[in-house]
């Protein structure tokens, strides 16, 4: 098709065409002939261009299957999510590594109980994190949440329970330096308490036993912060049927620390003749038995606060419940501790425990709630019970 045009006017290398109906059209001078000037009029022949049309098309079709082809058919797989090891205070989740198809990681973070436990360090590289500071047989939710260049992807909820004070199936032990019956006889005490044996230090290793603190495993297990014991310390736990203190059973300890449990003391009893009576003196006092237990001494003991007793005797449920929340600030502290050197580990938000204790001595309730009140204004985030 054939078009004349009358040039009005040229500037800036655009001219200004118009039609014979008096229509104004901007075109680009250089594509006009250079002798061009206001008043000339120019022929200007358009046509479709079929051949150019289609060789476009070919290469746009072309382009989309390549995207579609590696882009759009695998998409980034959702975390699975697995409890690799549970203790007392700490739980060792673990997953499979990362498939992210052609996506692009944003983030990989842990939830715990629905609220943000902390980002995954390296997550393309890390397949394993563990908690600490947990409270003593407590249910825990735990989910995974990945964030891609491809959208966001959650793993299944997984649900775990900390480990009663008698169960020792979470005992993870890496032996070190021992001789050869020592070892024998480690290995047969762990299979009998339930426990597992790790070759080299882990994530999920709990207690390093030796009797020498050398070599490169007990490097690893000092870098880490993981207790190095006696192998007498899994004897023990299996003597007493519950999680014994380490403190006794350090390379250095001194044996005396070892504290004999109610168990064994049973035993003795049982073993040993009953005791004759001895007759009362005249004019001598009878000796005073002396307190056995946490609570008579407590009870016992002269200015003890007055808030912890009732009667003279500290009420055992008091106790037990005080003795709760004090474990769980100190396995609060030791998270923040342990995060020094295990960055990888998330810091809880919060102690797991943080509502008064229902005490029964009524001069204790008032006094109790105001501390704890005044505890949480230091954790804002924390919704907890009224």
């Not at 810091?347 to 109790?368: C, R, S, V, Y």
Request: glycine share 6%.
């Amino acid at each position: 098709m054939l078009i004349s045009l009358t040039v009005g006017k040229v500037d800036a290398g655009v001219a200004v065409l118009l039609t014979e109906d008096k229509r104004l059209i901007e075109f680009p001078s250089i594509l006009l002939p250079p002798s061009i000037s206001s008043g000339s009029i120019v022929d200007i022949t358009v046509a479709r261009n079929i051949d150019s049309e289609n060789t476009a098309h070919k290469a746009f079709q072309g382009l989309q299957s390549s995207i579609l082809e590696t882009y759009g058919q695998r998409s980034p797989s959702p975390p699975i999510l697995r409890c690799r090891n549970a203790t007392q205070t700490s739980i060792v989740l673990e997953w499979d590594p990362i498939d992210l198809a052609t996506a692009d990681i944003r983030s990989l973070s842990l939830y715990r109980n629905g609220n943000k436990a902390g980002g995954i360090p390296r997550p393309l590289e890390t397949t394993a994190t563990k908690i600490s500071g947990l409270a003593v047989d407590t249910e825990y939710m735990f989910h995974l949440v990945l964030r891609t260049s491809a959208g966001q992807y959650t793993s299944e909820k997984l649900v775990v329970r900390t480990h009663k004070m008698t169960e020792l199936s979470g005992i993870t032990v890496t032996p070190g330096v021992l001789p050869a019956p020592l070892r024998e006889s480690l290995t047969g005490a762990v299979d009998r308490i339930g426990g597992r044996i790790a070759d080299t230090v882990r994530i999920d290793t709990t207690h390093f036993v030796c009797t020498e603190g050398r070599g490169r495993e007990w490097e690893k297990a000092v870098e880490t912060n993981i207790p190095i014991v006696r192998p007498e310390w899994v004897e023990g736990c299996e003597r007493e049927g519950r999680i014994v203190g380490v403190r006794g059973y350090y390379l250095n300890a001194d044996p005396r620390l070892r504290k004999v449990g109610q168990s064994v003391m049973q035993q003795q009893q049982q073993q040993s003749p009953p005791a004759e009576q001895s007759s009362v003196v005249p004019g001598s006092e009878p000796k005073k038995e002396q307190p056995s237990t946490p609570e008579e001494k407590m009870a016992t003991t002269p200015g003890v606060n007055q808030k912890f007793q009732m009667s003279g005797k500290v009420l055992a449920k008091d106790y037990v419940e005080y003795m709760r929340r004090l474990q769980a600030n100190l396995a609060y502290l030791a998270s923040i501790a342990e995060h020094t050197s295990k960055p990888q580990n998330p810091i809880p938000q919060f102690p797991a425990i943080m509502d008064p204790p229902p005490t029964e001595a009524e001069n204790a309730k008032e006094g109790l709630r105001d501390m704890y009140l005044k505890m949480r204004e230091l954790w804002p985030d924390y919704k907890g019970k009224a």
